[in-house]
C-alpha cells in the first residue's frame, strides 16, 4: 500500500464529527495530513481527534456552520494558523431530504419554504463558500492547491429524493465548472458522489441499522455490497493526494455501479 499521501499537507475537512469526514480524518492522517476538523457537533468531532491522535495524527477541532461564511473563512484561517498554510479542503457536509412525519420521504410540493433553504443553504452555499475561502487562501500561497467536495450519486441520476438531488446536482456542475474557472491557477476541483451509506446521515440516532436492512441496501448496487465511509473517503484520499494530478472537473462515483445502470 503507497503510504503518505498527504504527508506534511495542511487540510481542512468539513463535516468531520461522524461518517465519511470522520473516516476520511482518519484516514487522510494516516497519510501524514495536519487536519483542522470541522463540524457544528463539537462533541463528535472531539472524539474524531482522539481517534485521529490515537494513530499518532496531528489535528485540531473548529466550530463551523458551513451555512455561515464567516465560519468558513475562519476554518480556513485556523489551518493556516496551526499549519502556516491550506493545501486541500474537503468540503463534504451535507444534510439529507426533509422527511415527514412518518419518516418518508417528503416530496416536493410537501415541503416548506424554510425546508428548501435550510437544504440549499448547507448543501450548495456551505461548498460555494468553502470553495471561496480555499481560493482566496490558495492565490495568498500563490497558487496551486486541491478541492475535493462531497456530492452524491443523487447529483448525477434521479434517486434520492427532488430536494435533496437537486442541490447535489448543483455540486457537480459547480465542480465541473469550477475546475474550468481555477485551472489557470494551478487549483484542481473534483468531487466524490457517493451512494447511500448506513451512517448518521441515513440513520440519525437510531443507532447502526439491523443486518436486515443492511442486506436490503446491498441489493441495490451491482456490485451487491452497501457503501461504506472508509469506501468515500479512500477516493476523496485520491483526489486530494499527487496520484490525481493531472485530474480535475471529474464527480467519481462511489457507488457499486448503480449510476452505471442495473444488472441484467
Not at 503510504?3 to 494516516?30: M, P, W
Not at 448525477?156 to 448543483?170: D, E, F, P, R
Amino acid at each position: 500500500m503507497i503510504e503518505g499521501l498527504l504527508k506534511g499537507k495542511s487540510v481542512v475537512i468539513t463535516g468531520a464529527a461522524s461518517g465519511v469526514g470522520r473516516a476520511a480524518a482518519e484516514l487522510f492522517a494516516q497519510h501524514g495530513a495536519r487536519l483542522i476538523c470541522a463540524d457544528i457537533a463539537m462533541d463528535l468531532v472531539e472524539e474524531t481527534l482522539v481517534a485521529v491522535k490515537a494513530i499518532g495524527g496531528e489535528a485540531r477541532a473548529v466550530r463551523c456552520d458551513v451555512s455561515k461564511k464567516s465560519e468558513v473563512v475562519a476554518a480556513v484561517a485556523a489551518a493556516v494558523e496551526a499549519y502556516g498554510r491550506l493545501d486541500v479542503i474537503y468540503n463534504n457536509v451535507g444534510i439529507p431530504s426533509p422527511k415527514t412525519e412518518q419518516g418518508m420521504m417528503a416530496k416536493l410540493t410537501d415541503t416548506t419554504d424554510e425546508q428548501i433553504q435550510k437544504l440549499y443553504a448547507v448543501n450548495v452555499n456551505g461548498v460555494i463558500y468553502g470553495c471561496q475561502a480555499a481560493i482566496e487562501q490558495f492565490r495568498i500561497q500563490g497558487g496551486g492547491g486541491v478541492i475535493v467536495n462531497t456530492a452524491s450519486v443523487a447529483g448525477l441520476i434521479g434517486w434520492g429524493g427532488v430536494l435533496y438531488g437537486s442541490t447535489k446536482g448543483a455540486v457537480v456542475n459547480l465542480t465541473r465548472t469550477l475546475a474550468i474557472e481555477a485551472s489557470g491557477e494551478g487549483i484542481r476541483v473534483n468531487s466524490v458522489c457517493p451512494a447511500g451509506m448506513a451512517t448518521r446521515f441515513i440513520t440519525g440516532d437510531r443507532g447502526p441499522l439491523p443486518d436486515a436492512a443492511l442486506a436490503g441496501m446491498a441489493k441495490a448496487y451491482p456490485l451487491g455490497r452497501v457503501i461504506d465511509p472508509l469506501d468515500t473517503a479512500k477516493a476523496a484520499l485520491f483526489l486530494a493526494s499527487d496520484l490525481s494530478s493531472n485530474i480535475t472537473g471529474v464527480n467519481l462515483p462511489v457507488d457499486g455501479g448503480l449510476s452505471a445502470g442495473k444488472p441484467l
